[in-house]
């Protein structure tokens, strides 16, 4: 069974095009996560919500734009891709916001290509 | 200023070796944890090992053990007993509660073990 589930895994679209990225959780987790990783491997929070409310909203642009219908769901929507949207985005989940100890667990990552 | 340092972008080692990937951080919040993930070339962010700032004892999972130096802000990773399978890129995360519970990466070891 997947506990932290993306889709689509990857994804070629042209440059100005609108794009999502769905992600799941099964683990009854309360807080998810998106993660942007670029070409030299950084790993950057971009948000974070707790219990379908948005808690950790970084510096990103607002092309970008989360939702979270319910607490297993933490999508993410993209609109007018640029190039440098190009990266790996993951999803991740953790079970609780307040636990100190809880480590997350990642999705397999969706592979982005804006050409 | 950075709140995760790995200073070493690529390591060496030999099969059956114990290696050490370096991590330090800078936090001024007394309740921290520190973590461990392996990323292998397939992409996905699998967990390795937690360590608490209030932990008197080094944490220790199987063939992996944490180096925790709280007085020197230094959170090594020891791998024992280095196999094929070990080779992958390793993060140092930590995660503070002052700022909500939020992840910070380093920018990761590259770790490749030889034959």
């Known amino acids: 069974d997947t506990a932290v589930s993306q889709t689509p895994k990857y994804l070629v679209t042209q440059m100005g095009n609108d794009k999502s990225i769905k992600c799941e959780q099964n683990?009854?987790?309360?807080?998810m996560y998106w993660y942007k990783q670029d070409s030299k491997k950084f790993l950057k929070i971009m948000f974070s919500?707790?219990?379908?409310?948005?808690?950790i909203n970084e510096t990103v642009p607002n092309r970008f734009s989360p939702k979270s219908p319910d607490k297993a769901h933490l999508n993410l929507h993209i609109n007018s891709l640029e190039l440098g949207d190009s990266a790996v985005y993951f999803c991740?989940?953790?079970?609780?916001?307040?636990?100190?100890?809880?480590?997350?667990?990642f999705g397999p990552g969706t592979r982005l290509t804006v050409l | 200023a950075q709140k995760i340092t790995q200073t070493q972008p690529g390591m060496f080692v030999q099969e059956k070796e114990a290696v050490t990937l370096d991590c330090t951080y800078d936090?001024?919040?007394?309740?921290?944890?520190l973590f461990w993930y392996k990323q292998p070339s397939s992409g996905e962010m699998i967990f390795l090992i937690y360590?608490?700032?209030?932990?008197?004892q080094n944490a220790t999972e199987g063939r992996y053990s944490l180096n925790f130096q709280k007085a020197r802000k230094s959170a090594n990773l020891v791998i024992s007993a280095s196999q094929l399978g070990d080779s992958a890129m390793y993060f140092c995360?930590?995660?503070?509660?002052?700022?909500?519970?939020?992840?910070?990466f380093g920018t990761g070891t590259s770790l490749t073990v030889i034959p």
């Open positions: 991740a989940s953790r079970p609780s916001w307040v636990d100190s100890a809880d480590t997350q667990y």
């Open positions: 683990l009854g987790h309360d807080t």
């Open positions: 919500y707790n219990n379908k409310e948005l808690i």
């Open positions: 936090t001024s919040d007394p309740s921290y944890g």
């Open positions: 360590q608490g700032s209030y932990d008197q």
């Open positions: 995360a930590m995660r503070e509660k002052n700022t909500g519970n939020q992840f910070y």
